[in-house]
C-alpha cells in the first residue's frame, strides 16, 4: 500500500504561482512513477503532470505545458508541483497519484493504482 498526502493548495490570484507537494510512504518510493491530476467542479478529473521514477521522463497535459513543473526528491520521497501563471481554468481539486514502476506512463486515471486525498487550487480573476 502508498499513502500520499497533498499541501500547498489555496487562493491565488490570476498570473500567481503555488507549488504543491505530495509526500508518500508506505512503498519503496523510487519504484513509483509519480504524477498529478485535477478535477473542476461538474467535470471529470484530467490529467496533469507525471514524472518517471528514474526521473528522466516527465509528461504533461498541453493545457499545463510550459508552465507548470513537475519534480520529485526520492530521499524525501515527496513530489512536488510547481504552477507558474496560474489561470482561473486552472482552478481545481489536484490529487496525486502513484502506480507502480512501468516502462510507459498513461494519463489515463485507471492506470493509476493510488490516490491522495486531494488539495484545493482556487485561482481568482
Known amino acids: 500500500q502508498v499513502q500520499l498526502e497533498e499541501s500547498g493548495g489555496g487562493l491565488v490570484q490570476t498570473g500567481g504561482s503555488l507549488r504543491l507537494s505530495c509526500a508518500a510512504s508506505?512503498?519503496?518510493?523510487?519504484?513509483?512513477?509519480m504524477g498529478w491530476f485535477r478535477q473542476a467542479p461538474g467535470k471529470d478529473r484530467e490529467f496533469v503532470a507525471a514524472i518517471s521514477w528514474s526521473v528522466d521522463t516527465t509528461d504533461y497535459a498541453g493545457s499545463v505545458k510550459g508552465r507548470f513543473t513537475i519534480s520529485r526528491d526520492n530521499a524525501a520521497t515527496t513530489v512536488f508541483l510547481q504552477m507558474n501563471s496560474l489561470k482561473p481554468e486552472d482552478t481545481a481539486v489536484y490529487y496525486c497519484?502513484?502506480?507502480?514502476?512501468?516502462?510507459?506512463?498513461?494519463?489515463?486515471?485507471?492506470?493509476?493504482?493510488?490516490w491522495g486525498q486531494g488539495t484545493q487550487v482556487t485561482v481568482s480573476s
Open positions: 497519484a502513484a502506480a507502480p514502476r512501468s516502462s510507459i506512463i498513461l494519463r489515463t486515471p485507471t492506470f493509476w493504482n493510488y
Open positions: 508506505g512503498r519503496t518510493f523510487s519504484s513509483l512513477i
